[in-house]
T-cell receptor, first 114, second 111 residues
Framework: DTAVSQTPKYLVTQMGNDKSIKCEQNLGHDTMYWYKQDSKKFLKIMFSYNNKELIINETVPNRFSPKSPDKAHLNLHINSLELGDSAVYFC?????????????FGSGTQLSVL | GNSVTQMEGPVTLSEEAFLTINCTYT??????LFWYVQYPGEGLQLLLK?????DKGSNKGFEATYRKETTSFHLEKGSVQVSDSAVYFC??????????FGSGTRLLVRP
């Protein structure tokens, strides 16, 4: 039973389109995250939600909008996709925002913008 | 700002060889330090951690010692196996509840 699951695993789309990536965790954790891994493998935090409340919002274009309908879900919506958005996006969760060192990651969504 | 620098890969070793993956950090204060591992097709998993200077984290035969004087947290294993092939990420936890990751080092172990 997967702890943190994200869909889709692969996403290929054209520039200018709008797409969403979904994430769900069944661990009962309070805090969820979105990370972006670029082509050089750098992994950078984008957003963090704690009990559906946004607590970390890094310098990310406002074309990226996270949505947390409940504490088990954190979806990422991207408007007007650009070539530079191509990356692997990882969802993660932790018991709470103080337990950030014990992150549980999903297996990633590889986004390719053509 | 806070950052983590790892050696570039890939690192290619034969089975049973000794492994070192270098990691240095820049941070204010005394952050907690971590190694995460990403096996093919999977998300990252916490491998080991150290929370203060001179602490040694260990797990699955891997070790890393928190060296304040050299701001380093190098990952070592005495005898690698093919199953250790993965990407290894060094990370630090800063005061704002964020994990800051290095760029990852790919390890390939040949039989």
């Amino acid at each position: 039973d997967t702890a943190v699951s994200q869909t889709p695993k692969y996403l290929v789309t054209q520039m200018g389109n709008d797409k969403s990536i979904k994430c769900e965790q069944n661990l009962g954790h309070d805090t969820m995250y979105w990370y972006k891994q670029d082509s050089k493998k750098f992994l950078k935090i984008m957003f963090s939600y704690n009990n559906k409340e946004l607590i970390i919002n890094e310098t990310v274009p406002n074309r990226f909008s996270p949505k947390s309908p409940d504490k088990a879900h954190l979806n990422l919506h991207i408007n007007s996709l650009e070539l530079g958005d191509s990356a692997v996006y990882f969802c993660a969760s932790s018991q709470d925002q103080g337990k950030v060192e014990k992150l549980f990651f999903g297996s990633g969504t590889q986004l390719s913008v053509l | 700002g806070n950052s983590v620098t790892q050696m570039e890969g890939p690192v290619t070793l034969s089975e049973e060889a000794f492994l070192t993956i270098n990691c240095t950090y820049t941070a204010t204060g005394y952050p907690s330090l971590f190694w995460y591992v990403q096996y093919p097709g999977e998300g990252l998993q916490l491998l080991l951690k150290a929370t203060k200077a001179d602490d040694k984290g260990s797990n699955k035969g891997f070790e890393a010692t928190y060296r304040k004087e050299t701001t380093s947290f190098h990952l070592e294993k005495g005898s690698v196996q093919v199953s250790d092939s993965a990407v290894y990420f060094c990370a630090l936890k800063d005061s704002s509840y964020k994990l800051i990751f290095g760029s990852g080092t790919r390890l390939l172990v040949r039989p």
